[in-house]
């Protein structure tokens, strides 16, 4: 008999009068817009679910993958994926795994402008860090102004884009940054690298896309983040109830290890089903992904009959 699922939480999510419809023009909506977006995942974020880890790494695969098609390249959210676990320690995991390297540290560490984090994340998008001297003192004097968190994110993406006019990407990655500092959070939620390809940017008439620093980029990034709060709030619906059933289940595995299986399971994006650690060999995760396939708890990512990958 399956075990009882405790009951859920009810998780955050935007209202649907904050979601825009139609063309906004006016600074004014957008701001109240994306006020009430940021309120909504405000709270997700200070509830820090049990699931926050794979939450955060769902939404920086995504936000890889929408800057893996800005550098030009083909690899999808699938490719990114196998680029990250199926890479040997120690290995380059090559240029678009690079890119989800950089999105994955956003994901999981404390957020800041210092310029330490600056210049690893500019290697690892393949920036090169000259120019760049002056930005952290730019960002700590705007997250430290009283500024709303959108203006803030914004103005990072012009003063980022003026230090370095190639680090388009660079750009997208401390905005999210700029949030975090400005809200306290205690991690950076990827929220607008994936909304980069939305037609929010376009200019007007045939003026191509909105560049940081012109008229109506600050608008655009308002109305940005209430399309990716509200992404990321529904993957969140999505991945609390998959995560209840998982601790549900956790009780009856009877595999040495397995308590650590389901922390990374809670914890990361995907786990390789060749997952070794002191108490688990690979015999071992074999059986015990294979058992939570069958208890309704994990997802076997990839659809592969080897290296395959499961998470919730």
């Not at 030009?72 to 040997?88: S, V």
């Amino acid at each position: 008999m399956d075990p009882p699922l405790r009951p859920t939480p009810p998780v955050p999510t935007v209202p649907g009068w904050a979601l825009p419809r139609g063309v906004v023009s006016d600074d004014g909506e957008a701001a109240f817009l994306v006020g009430a977006a940021l309120n909504a995942l405000d709270n997700l974020v200070r509830a820090d679910p049990p699931w926050a880890g794979v939450w955060r790494q769902r939404l920086a695969l995504s936000a890889a993958a929408a800057a893996v098609r800005r550098a030009g390249r083909t690899e999808d959210e699938a490719a990114l994926r196998d680029a990250w676990y199926l890479c040997q320690p120690g290995d380059d995991p090559g240029p678009a795994g690079r890119i989800l390297a950089a999105w994955r540290r956003l994901a999981d560490r404390a957020p800041t402008g210092e310029a330490a984090a600056l210049h690893s994340a500019a290697a690892l998008l393949g920036i090169g860090t000259a120019g760049l001297a002056d930005l952290p003192g730019q960002i700590a004097d705007l997250t430290q102004s009283r500024r709303p968190a959108p203006f803030i994110a914004a103005s990072a993406m012009a003063q980022a884009s003026t230090a370095r006019p190639d680090g388009e990407l660079l750009a997208w990655w401390l905005a999210d940054q700029a949030i975090a500092l400005r809200m306290r959070w205690a991690f950076p939620v990827p929220l607008l690298m994936g909304q980069a390809h939305s037609g929010l940017f376009r200019g007007p008439g045939r003026g191509g896309r909105l560049q940081p620093g012109a008229d109506g980029f600050q608008r655009a990034v308002c109305l940005a983040l209430v399309q990716g709060a509200d992404a990321a709030c529904r993957l969140a619906g999505d991945l609390a109830p998959r995560a209840a059933r998982l601790e549900a289940v956790a009780p009856k595995l009877r595999a040495k290890g397995a308590g650590e299986a389901v922390r990374r399971l809670l914890d990361d994006d995907a786990v390789p089903g060749t997952l070794q650690t002191e108490d688990l060999s690979r015999w071992g995760a074999r059986r015990l992904f294979e058992r939570l396939t069958t208890l309704g708890a994990v997802r076997e990512l990839t659809g592969r009959p080897a290296f395959r990958l499961y998470g919730l």
